[in-house]
């Protein structure tokens, strides 16, 4: 199984005389396969592949989801946000992920999960950032 595991930043935390290194991750494409109300997550790894439709198409690597619950201050973006119908035009970095801002209700009501997101996850597991990608 291919995992993209990328340490993005380290925070040094002295807490009762000790060291505690708190420590984020990414994963920098995913596929989700399911959203909740209560803010669980779940996404496989995925593998971006040449295809004749589009050029290109982001395929699941796994069947077996991995489950993450929304940081309760985890921001949300997507290329177009998550409004339906959208109001806003397309919007990406130099990164090719979206920058529209979603809040986490109208992420939570979306119909179709943002395409091929970029993950972060805090040092205790929860996602605080999902980046969508724009795809046509």
């Known amino acids: 199984m291919r995992r993209w595991v990328w340490a993005t930043g ?18 920098w494409l995913t596929v989700i396969t399911a959203i909740h109300p209560d803010g669980t997550v779940e ?32 921001v949300i973006r997507t290329a177009f946000g998550c409004a339906t119908p959208t109001t806003r035009g397309l919007e990406l970095s130099l990164l090719g992920l979206g920058t529209v801002e979603c809040s986490r209700e109208e992420f939570l009501a979306m119909e179709y999960p943002p395409y091929a997101p970029r993950l972060t996850f805090n040092w205790r ?7 969508g990608r724009y795809h046509p």
Do not use: C, M
């Not at 597991?125 to 980046?131: D, H, L, P, S, V």
């Open 10 to 27: 380290a925070v040094v935390v002295a807490v009762a005389g000790g060291v505690v290194w708190q420590v984020t991750t990414t994963e």
């Open 43 to 74: 996404w496989v790894e995925g593998e971006s592949r040449h295809t004749e439709d589009n050029n290109s198409y982001t395929f699941p690597t796994s069947d077996k989801p991995h489950v993450a619950k929304l940081a309760d201050d985890a």
């Open 125 to 131: 597991g929860e996602i605080t950032e999902i980046a």
